[in-house]
């Protein structure tokens, strides 16, 4: 079970009518330098929690990290059409809701790791765009309006 990381919501008396319209970036201009780095980590609060391993079969826990190795084994490429699948739904997701979903783990023991690399490599590459506003949520580009 994770703590929560986000206070409980109180309704809002003068609730805005509209949400701010999201702001998206792509390609090889994203900085991913300093803080840059890590805010991609921060969870939204609807993200889907991990399997708690107490409900699993004892076959199917993990208790010497095997998964670590596995994932070290694999490339960047092999998790970009997981991915893109993934999104191709339409639905918005932070990187967190993305490791949950393909791999019941989560965004901070997945940095730098290939399914991290895979990402941002979609983002360089104009596939993936990106919201500016934490928490940082990916898509499959869309093309610009007209």
């Given at each position: 079970?994770?703590?929560?990381?986000?206070?409980?919501?109180?309704?809002?008396?003068?609730?805005?009518?509209?949400p701010?319209?999201?702001?998206?970036?792509?390609?090889?201009t994203?900085?991913?330098?300093?803080?840059?780095?890590?805010?991609?980590?921060?969870?939204?609060?609807?993200?889907?929690?991990?399997?708690?391993?107490?409900?699993?079969?004892?076959?199917?826990?993990?208790?010497?990290?095997?998964?670590?190795?596995?994932?070290?084994?694999?490339?960047?490429?092999?998790?970009?059409?997981?991915?893109?699948?993934?999104?191709?739904?339409?639905?918005?997701?932070?990187?967190?809701?993305?490791?949950?979903?393909?791999?019941?783990?989560?965004?901070?023991?997945?940095?730098?790791?290939?399914?991290?690399?895979a990402?941002?490599?979609?983002?360089?590459?104009?596939?993936?765009?990106?919201?500016?506003?934490?928490?940082?949520?990916?898509?499959?580009?869309?093309?610009?309006?007209?």
């Open positions: 079970m994770q703590l929560p990381l986000f206070p409980p919501q109180h309704p809002d008396p003068d609730p805005p009518t509209e701010p319209p999201i702001e998206w970036v792509t390609g090889p994203v900085r991913r330098d300093g803080l840059a780095h890590y805010l991609h980590l921060v969870r939204s609060p609807d993200d889907p929690e991990r399997v708690d391993i107490r409900t699993l079969p004892e076959a199917l826990r993990d208790r010497v990290a095997a998964w670590r190795r596995s994932l070290a084994k694999a490339t960047p490429e092999s998790f970009e059409e997981p991915i893109l699948a993934l999104l191709a739904d339409g639905v918005p997701r932070t990187f967190n809701r993305i490791a949950v979903e393909l791999l019941d783990k989560t965004a901070d023991v997945l940095l730098d790791t290939p399914p991290d690399r990402l941002w490599s979609l983002v360089f590459a104009s596939k993936v765009e990106h919201s500016i506003a934490v928490p940082v949520l990916f898509r499959i580009r869309r093309p610009p309006p007209p």
